[in-house]
């Protein structure tokens, strides 16, 4: 449920490969995945992208939310993968792929140097 807009320039969002018509803007909560995006920073999500590539997402595991790094093995599994060191990468069967719902891709993080 959408609480607020912002428009960023059309052109913004589709030089960082992100469909317009799909952009949402969500918080990282969390530093799993500093130093690239920092705890607290407004993230441009792609809806329409649902993870047939290797990049970062936005998934749904269970009852949680959780930004990582997708990664798809040749034996069809999944590897989700933090950026921050002191996290382990977590390896999905082929068949637990169900577990695992793709909300959307990163294309733009929206945070101060």
Do not use: W
Not at 14 to 21: E, F, H, Q, T, V
Not at 57 to 74: E, F
Request: hydrophobic share 40%.
């Amino acid at each position: 449920m959408p609480v607020s807009s912002l428009f960023l320039p059309r052109a913004l969002l589709l030089a960082n490969g992100i469909n317009p018509g799909h952009a949402q803007i969500v918080r990282c909560i969390g530093d799993s995945m500093e130093p690239t995006i920092r705890d607290g920073a407004p993230m441009v999500i792609d809806c329409s992208d649902l993870g047939e590539r290797d990049d970062v997402y936005v998934l749904r595991r269970g009852s949680g939310i959780t930004v990582k790094r997708l990664q798809h093995l040749a034996d069809r599994s999944i590897l989700l993968k933090s950026d921050n060191s002191a996290y382990e990468a977590d390896r999905l069967p082929k068949d637990d792929g169900d577990e695992l719902k793709v909300i959307g891709r990163v294309g733009l993080v929206l945070q101060s140097i």
